[in-house]
């Protein structure tokens, strides 16, 4: 275990300049209760036949209150349904099966990647696509057999099935976007009709909502026009910085009203491109999703055996199977003690400063976190600022607060780590009721955790 690296200190209390911009927490005004909405991630658990997985130790999972997981079976085997066969499509309906065990183990929630078991799954343009030449009988097939073992095994509670894998980038569906909405049309029907226990998901899009692409205004319109609306909808925020959760969520919400639609779940099921997996980005992304109400998975880089281990580059493993912590598990594990009311919390102008508070019992705790920005030392730094002390925890509005932080540190994913370095406390004088904090962190990887108690 790597031990606590040099403290970096923050100022007592930021000057007049804070021209990088500020993220702010308001105290006065709580959205609900923490339920750690994006402490999932896409596949990251070993196989283990049609079994549940014991390999990866279950504290791993349950310190991060592990919220739910999405798989299919992916590259196990060349092809799934529509080019593997039979024979490999039960191999990657045994995954599915085994991943949905340990998911539920944990009691977390499962999406069902339904192109994964098809064998859709990054790259198959040769292969047969759904509606291929106007047909939908190996569609329907397929949908036959997996509805089957879905129901032999128990493979429902707790189930959402996404219907199709970023339709809309070429690597996942290498058709026309008409014959996508055709398929989407009769997917929805066939699995309403023949399994109405599950919920359905979509359209995983690999873009963001945005009222300028108009794949969205086709999708929307057509699951209106249809009456094939999921029960959650999803799309996927990696690797484009021209959108991100506050602004898509708006955007949907604008895209939503224009064709009537109805208000559901939002689920963000990958985030964070590779490079941006590490505690800063992620307490950037966490922050996103919280203000949103968007339960969010993290994306899986991995490859083959690998995109089925170490809980989406959580943790690292040793040769002989051990598995061991990184410095983003650790911020996992400080976001799952973030417990009671969440407090509204606003992101920098630059949308490069992000904050998520909670209002504990007795304990107000600030995760804050950089989206990867060029820091330009002639303009200065972030300013994170807490407002309400007085009027929502009672606290004397010119008085003095001890501060403690906490730094979570980055050696990449197979860097182990030890807990969060504790850099102590430091005592802040409040302004009208107000704390403020100087924010320049160590680099462009390091995420901070602020606390006091009240
Ligand atoms: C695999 O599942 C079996 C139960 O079928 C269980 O006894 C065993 O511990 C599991 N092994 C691993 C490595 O998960
Ligand atoms: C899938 O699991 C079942 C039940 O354990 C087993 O009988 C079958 O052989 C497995 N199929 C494949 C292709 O691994
Ligand atoms: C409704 O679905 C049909 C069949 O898939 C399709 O041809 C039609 O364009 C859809 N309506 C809209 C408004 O998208
Ligand atoms: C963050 O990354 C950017 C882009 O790689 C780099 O230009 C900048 O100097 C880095 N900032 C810090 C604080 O390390």
Redo the contacts with the bound molecule.
């Keep these: 275990m790597k031990s606590a690296i040099a403290s970096v200190g923050f100022a007592a209390s930021a000057a007049a300049k804070c021209l990088s911009g500020k993220a702010i927490v308001n105290l006065d005004i709580t959205t609900g209760p923490a339920e750690k909405l994006g402490s999932g991630f896409l596949y990251g658990i ?1 196989n ?8 990866i130790p279950d504290h791993f999972f349950t310190d991060i209150k592990f919220h739910g997981t999405r798989a299919g079976g992916s590259q196990l085997t060349d092809g799934g349904w529509s080019s593997g066969g039979k024979r490999a499509y039960d191999q990657r309906f045994n995954s599915t099966l085994s991943t949905y065990r340990s998911a539920r183990k944990y009691g977390g929630h499962f999406i069902l990647i339904a192109n994964d078991l098809w064998g859709a799954d990054g790259g198959q343009d040769g292969a047969l696509y759904p509606g291929d030449d106007g047909d939908w009988t190996e569609t329907e097939a397929f949908l036959d057999q997996l509805i089957i073992d879905m129901r032999a095994n128990n493979l429902i509670e707790d189930v959402t099935i996404d219907i199709w894998n970023e339709p809309d980038y070429p690597m996942f569906w290498d058709r026309s976007w008409g014959q996508y909405l055709d398929y989407w049309n009769h997917a929805y029907n066939y699995l309403r009709k023949n399994i109405p226990e599950v919920k359905l998901g979509g359209p995983a899009a690999a873009y963001a909502p945005d009222l300028s692409r108009e794949k969205w205004h086709s999708f929307l319109a057509n699951i209106a026009a249809n009456d094939t609306i999921p029960d959650q909808y999803s799309w996927h925020h990696i690797g484009d910085d021209s959108n991100w959760p506050d602004r898509s969520a708006s955007q949907f919400r604008q895209l939503r009203e224009q064709y009537s639609l109805p208000e559901r779940l939002i689920s963000v099921d990958e985030y964070a491109w590779p490079w941006r997996q590490d505690p800063a980005n992620t307490a950037w992304y966490l922050s996103q999703m919280e203000r949103n109400d968007i339960v969010a998975m993290r994306a899986h880089w991995g490859s083959k055996e690998d995109l089925h281990d170490r809980m989406a580059d959580l943790l690292g493993k040793t040769g002989d199977g051990n598995y061991y912590p990184n410095g983003e598990w650790w911020m996992y594990k400080y976001y799952a003690e973030m417990e009671g009311e969440r407090a509204e919390t606003r992101v920098s102008e630059d949308v490069n400063f992000d904050v998520f508070a909670t209002i504990g019992d007795g304990v107000v705790k600030v995760l804050a976190g950089t989206r990867t920005y060029e820091l330009d030392p002639e303009v200065g730094d972030y300013v994170l600022e807490v407002n309400g002390l007085d009027s929502a925890l009672g606290l004397d509005p010119s008085g003095t607060i001890a501060v403690r932080t906490y730094r979570f540190d980055y050696e990449g994913a197979f860097g182990e780590m030890g807990p969060p370095a504790d850099l102590g406390t430091e005592d802040h004088d409040l302004s009208d009721g107000s704390l403020r904090i100087l924010y320049r962190p160590a680099n462009n990887e390091t995420a901070y955790a602020f606390e006091f108690d009240f």
């Design positions: 070993p283990n036949g049609t079994s549940a997985s014991n390999a």
